[in-house]
């Protein structure tokens, strides 16, 4: 691969597109050693690190919001992004500009394995990578852009979320964590995790380290004892949380009143400004770690009901606009999470779905979860944007298994909102999920011609 010239930041974004053509995942050793190439930035952080199959980016987001009301600054690394590349890398709630992301992102490129061919003319203009020379992956480009810039604004605490699993995560070779947080753990990327969910707790234990203590979701007995065990074989303390830590108390129209019990604050009323009841599990899992991380010694009982009421994260039971709302919901359990707050929403009319997925997700279960619901009165479906997105013929077979199902085929996702949109009867409300992708591209849709829906 010849290196190329970047000069702007939309030349850095589309060479990171293109990245995982030519790379392969790299071991762990090889992102460490890439990591002390930078200069070991990671140990100038003090690092939260969270793993699971759902909720870890509401987690971070509900962490940050309590660590920020609590006067602390807090840097954030996510995955994936909706629309813009740079909405992964958030410091003192904003994120970073161009600017710094096409610096950040020049500098790893220039210390790549480059060579010059004895060939090459002007010095600079014919670089090669050397052949099996180190190049990181997209996930681990963006995250070594984060390590760059984040120690720069010197936050006092950085959040990483994990990209994929945990053990053999890019995000694992940091040299040591304040916290780990694991969240619900369920049957997704088996191909890569395991095909159990003990298995897959396997994988996102791998995130726990000596002299840090673990909190986790308590979700089955199974995969709770992986998780003790990974923290006893580490001698460490590991926190469970459990839906008999919260307790629901009041559904308003855009808002939930619940409560959660704690260690050190007794049980605390809390306010969600969301209609996403599952946000209750994410809630009280990031107070605890909070509990956890802190130990009461600064962050106030006042300070966590503020920094939950405030939090927002996009993409999660998002009203895009009056009466539709989005949800990223991508698999099998995020589909009966998103499927628990719809049934609780109160429409008195009629409901319709804009639904697509991805290719390596498992699609029939999803469609079955929400046929047998029987919340929606319409289902539209699209072919998404992205390469990853399963085709509309593989959709439509699965939905004909069921035949009472009420299902319309678009060619893209506009068409079916325009065409939800204008079906829709008063008092009405239109759904969007399947797929963080789909999300992604509504939110796009929307900010270029809003006023046409």
């Given amino acids: ?73 807090v840097a954030l690394f996510t995955s994936p992004h909706l629309v813009d590349i740079r909405e992964r890398f958030v410091v003192d709630g904003e994120m970073i500009s161009r600017e710094d992301f096409l610096r950040a992102f020049c500098h790893i490129y220039d210390l790549l394995d480059w060579r010059e061919p004895e060939t090459a003319g002007r010095a600079g203009t014919g670089a090669v990578l050397e052949n099996g020379g180190y190049h990181p992956t997209f996930f681990e480009y963006l995250f070594f852009i984060a390590m760059v810039l984040f120690p720069e604004r010197e936050p006092d605490f950085c959040i990483l979320e994990t990209g994929l699993g945990g053990r053999l995560d890019a995000t694992n070779s940091v040299a040591k964590k304040e916290l780990a947080v694991i969240t619900h753990i369920g049957l997704d990327h088996v191909e890569y995790l395991g095909n159990t969910t003990e298995e897959i707790a396997g994988e996102k234990a791998g995130i726990m380290q000596a002299g840090s203590e673990a909190v986790f979701w308590d979700s089955e007995p199974a995969v709770t004892a992986v998780f003790e065990e990974k923290a006893a074989s580490l001698g460490i303390s590991a926190h469970s949380v459990s839906n008999k830590d919260y307790r629901f108390l009041n559904f308003k129209k855009k808002s939930i009143d619940f409560s959660v019990s704690t260690e050190y604050y007794c049980y605390i009323s809390l306010t969600l400004r969301t209609i996403a009841s599952y946000q209750m599990e ?95 009165s319409e289902i539209a479906i699209a072919h998404m944007q992205t390469g990853r997105a399963l085709e509309t013929d593989c959709l439509q077979a699965v939905f004909d298994k069921y035949p009472n199902s009420c299902y319309s085929i678009y060619d893209n996702v506009p068409a079916a909102l325009h065409g939800l949109m204008h079906s829709r009867e008063e008092g009405g409300r239109v759904y969007i999920a399947g797929s963080l992708y789909l999300v992604g591209e509504i939110k796009e849709l929307l900010d270029s011609e809003r006023s046409l829906l």
Avoid at 301 to 321: K, N, P
Avoid at 351 to 357: E, M
Wanted: aromatic fraction near 8%; include cysteine.
């Fill in 1 to 73: 691969m010849k290196k190329q010239v970047i000069a702007t930041y939309e030349e850095a974004v589309a060479y990171l597109n293109d990245t995982p053509r030519f790379t392969t995942k790299n071991s762990m050793e090889d992102t460490k050693a890439f990591l002390h190439r930078l200069g070991d930035p990671d140990r100038k952080l003090k690092i939260i690190h969270v793993a699971g199959t759902n909720g870890k980016g509401s987690v971070c987001a509900y962490m940050r919001s309590i660590l920020e009301k609590a006067g602390y600054r």
């Fill in 282 to 376: 994410n809630a009280a899992l990031a107070v605890r770690a909070i509990e956890v991380l802190d130990k009461a010694r600064t962050v106030t009982a006042s300070h966590i009901r503020q920094g939950v009421e405030a939090c927002f994260w996009a993409g999660r039971m998002e009203e895009v606009l009056p009466d539709v709302y989005v949800d990223g919901a991508h698999n099998e359990d995020g589909i009966r999470a998103f499927l628990e707050s719809v049934s609780a929403d109160g429409v008195k009319g009629n409901r319709s779905l804009l639904f697509s997925v991805v290719r390596d997700k498992d699609c029939g279960r999803m469609v079955e979860e929400l046929v047998r619901s029987d919340l929606f």
